[in-house]
T-cell receptor, first 112, second 111 residues
Framework: EPEVTQTPSHQVTQMGQEVILRCVPISNHLYFYWYRQILGQKVEFLVSFYNNEISEKSEIFDDQFSVERPDGSNFTLKIRSTKLEDSAMYFC??????????FGEGSRLTVL | KQEVTQIPAALSVPEGENLVLNCSFTDSAIYNLQWFRQDPGKGLTSLLLIQSSQREQTSGRLNASLDKSSGRSTLYIAASQPGDSATYLCAVEGSARQLTFGSGTQLTVLP
């Protein structure tokens, strides 16, 4: 069964460092998302991406964040200068048009 | 702003029981509602998707209903098993095509 894959599964970084989280969405999907879940809190929307551009972004998705689809398969989330409060599980998701969202296993980011 | 609430926050039942998880949302202008399962430290697995025009969806022992006008959904799990132990999340998709999640119900099924 096709799945969304994310790397790395866990990354530990120092505050102020740049981090890139990578995702390979399901191959025929057209809409891509990043969500995050801070430990013990709700899953929160960050950004949606369609047709090679950002469709929507939340207030969390400030100038420190960026997304890119550098080739036909990868979808990346970059955090330019990490803060302690960026520590969370980051989920990539994708869907075609039915509305059913398929999530990856997540990348756990720990900022020290 | 859409708010999604799930009750109860936690539930512990003996194996074999039928159970109901509740989800409510404040803005009835939704495209769909999706139920997910999340195991500790893992990703979200889609269980059921109900389009706004539908009233319910079934998959195996799971049945989800949607009452859009009252802003409610229920997830019914029949004949629960220890393997059903997980956190169940409800999420609604609104006009901005993004999901708003509830806090989840943590289910423990005791053998």
């Amino acid at each position: 069964e096709p799945e969304v894959t994310q790397t790395p599964s866990h990354q530990v970084t120092q505050m102020g460092q740049e981090v890139i989280l990578r995702c390979v969405p399901i191959s025929n999907h057209l809409y891509f998302y990043w969500y995050r879940q801070i430990l013990g809190q709700k899953v929160e929307f960050l950004v949606s991406f369609y047709n090679n551009e950002i469709s929507e972004k939340s207030e969390i998705f400030d100038d420190q964040f960026s997304v890119e689809r550098p080739d036909g398969s990868n979808f990346t989330l970059k955090i330019r200068s990490t803060k302690l409060e960026d520590s969370a599980m980051y989920f990539c998701a994708s869907y075609v048009w039915t509305g059913e969202l398929f999530f990856g296993e997540g990348s756990r980011l720990t900022v020290l | 702003k859409q708010e999604v609430t799930q009750i109860p926050a936690a539930l512990s039942v003996p194996e074999g029981e039928n159970l109901v998880l509740n989800c409510s949302f404040t803005d009835s202008a939704i495209y769909n509602l999706q139920w997910f399962r999340q195991d500790p430290g893992k990703g979200l697995t889609s269980l059921l998707l109900i389009q706004s025009s539908q009233r319910e969806q079934t998959s195996g022992r799971l049945n989800a209903s949607l009452d859009k006008s009252s802003g409610r959904s229920t997830l019914y799990i029949a004949a629960s098993q220890p393997g059903d132990s997980a956190t169940y999340l409800c999420a609604v998709e609104g006009s901005a095509r993004q999901l708003t999640f509830g806090s989840g119900t943590q289910l423990t099924v005791l053998p």
